[in-house]
């Protein structure tokens, strides 16, 4: 099976500016997560989504936002964007929304704000 | 709120020791505890995951325990070898139907040959 997928890998805003990022999960999986990494702050929950629905969300402003479409795939968008906002971003898929289950990463984006 | 601490935030050791990293929680409500890898720059690679029912899980030199009660899990790596060499971060999933992966913030594990 193919992994969770991510694009793009890098990208180059600047302030202002609005983003959006893609991420497949691994075929069958119906749960996708997002979270931010940056040196700072460590890896922190972004949101869930499961059946194109946004279950949890965590403790982020409102210019992050998200969706999640019928084959899973899921994007999440960034409008103002602000030097903070630069970060890996890593989404994990996860089987049927289950917590016992494990959670697949991707490789992230790279997100860099000038 | 879910807190997740690992102690020591780095480590360096030779190559061929046995080592141990240290992952703490403060809400012992916990559905699950995962261990993950992160090389630099990189995603991160799921290692073992131990249920709350379950007290560890072994994967090849790899052998994570934990203690819900208190709060605790150890990831136990032997034989370690330079290839071992990356950031080590545990992240439990709790929060009932809200329920999220906290993160700790990581041990960076160097392995000299």
């Known amino acids: 099976k193919a992994g969770v997928t991510q694009t793009p890998r890098y990208l180059i805003k600047t302030r202002g500016q609005q983003v959006t990022l893609s991420c497949s999960p691994i075929s069958g999986h119906r749960s996708v997560s997002w979270y931010q990494q940056t040196p700072g702050q460590g890896l922190q929950f972004l949101f869930e989504y499961f059946s194109e629905t946004q279950r949890n969300k965590g403790n982020f402003p409102g210019r992050f936002s998200g969706r999640q479409f019928s084959n899973s795939r899921s994007e999440m968008n960034v409008s103002t964007l602000e030097l903070g906002d630069s970060a890996l971003y890593l989404c994990?898929?996860?089987?049927?929304?289950?917590?016992?289950?494990?959670?697949?990463f991707g490789p992230g984006t790279r997100l860099t704000v000038t | 709120k879910q807190e997740v601490t690992q102690i020591p935030a780095a480590l360096s050791v030779p190559e061929g020791e046995n080592l141990v990293l240290n992952c703490s929680f403060t809400d012992s409500a916990i559905y699950n505890l995962q261990w993950f890898r992160q090389d630099p720059g990189k995603g991160l690679t799921s290692l073992l995951l131990?249920?709350?029912?379950?007290r560890e899980q072994t994967s090849g030199r790899l052998n994570a325990s934990l203690d819900k009660s208190s709060g605790r899990s150890t990831l136990y790596i032997a034989a370690s070898q330079p290839g071992d060499s990356a950031t080590y971060l545990c992240a439990v999933i709790s929060g009932g139907s809200n329920y999220k992966l906290t993160f700790g913030k990581g041990t960076l594990l160097t392995v000299n040959p």
């Open positions: 131990i249920q709350s029912s379950q």
């Open positions: 994990a898929s996860s089987p049927e929304g289950q917590v016992y289950y494990e959670q697949y």
